[in-house]
Antibody
Framework: EVQLVESGGGLVQPGGSLRLSCAAS????????MAWVRQAPGKGLEWVAD????????KYVDSVKGRFTISRDNAEDSLFLQMNSLGAEDTAVYYC??????????WGQGTMVTVSS | EIVLTQSPATLSLSPGERATLSCRASQSVSSYLAWYQQKPGQAPRLLIYGASNRATGIPARFSGSGSGTDFTLSISSLEPEDFAVYYC?????????FGQGTRLEIK
């Protein structure tokens, strides 16, 4: 089955860290740019980070630069997001997404990250 | 950063009517504009890519048009399942940005 499945979300204290994972299946993961997109409760969509096929090119939204790191393991068909120095503004559902002609044609179900004391 | 402004914020229509949603960019995004539909509790679904190309499995009643700074998503005859939030997104320049969304609600 062609799918993306995120995991690793949860409740974390301000200043803490969390590592999200996204397991891909049913397609050739190493062929595609991949991304993380988040959505704060009741809010719109916000792109977080992108990574190219071999992991050599990474892009971030300014608000997470220096705190978040996107990576991938093509041998394991997995995408990751290491999140450090988390703040309340990072509370959101985090989706991994597969690029399709400069859009995202496949999305995971999302994993919730809550930053609170 | 390219700002995408969607209008209207909310659109109230009845099933069978035509919907026209607008997305305006603060600078040219060429044709690198996508549209998504999102229903409550679900991930977004890609409808249109490259401004006017329907994604796989998207019904023909959905169409996209425009280039440069002005784009339109049209739904020719609304079905009950079309009532949702719609977002535009550009990938011409970094950072990738989304519009704030248009909520399409049943009148």
């Amino acid at each position: 089955e062609v799918q993306l499945v995120e995991s690793g979300g949860g409740l974390v204290q301000p200043g803490g860290s969390l590592r999200l994972s996204c397991a891909a299946s049913g397609f050739t993961f190493s062929n595609d740019w991949m991304a993380w997109v988040r959505q704060a409760p009741g809010k719109g969509l916000e792109w977080v980070a992108d990574i190219n096929q071999d992991g050599s090119d990474k892009k971030y939204v300014d608000s997470v630069k220096g705190r978040f790191t996107i990576s991938r393991d093509n041998a394991e068909d997995s995408l990751f997001l290491q999140m450090n120095s988390l703040g309340a503004e990072d509370t959101a559902v985090y989706y991994c997404a597969r690029e399709f002609f400069r859009g995202w044609g496949m999305w995971g179900q999302g994993t919730m990250v809550t930053v609170s004391s | 950063e390219i700002v995408l402004t969607q209008s209207p914020a909310t659109l109230s229509l009845s099933p069978g009517e035509r919907a026209t949603l607008s997305c305006r960019a603060s600078q040219s995004v060429s044709s690198y504009l996508a549209w998504y539909q999102q229903k409550p509790g679900q991930a977004p679904r890609l409808l249109i890519y490259g401004a006017s190309n329907r994604a796989t499995g998207i019904p023909a009643r959905f169409s996209g048009s425009g280039s440069g700074t002005d784009f339109t998503l049209s739904i020719s005859s609304l079905e009950p399942e079309d009532f949702a939030v719609y977002y535009c997104q550009q990938r011409n320049n970094w950072p990738i940005t989304f519009g704030q969304g248009t909520r399409l609600e049943i009148k």
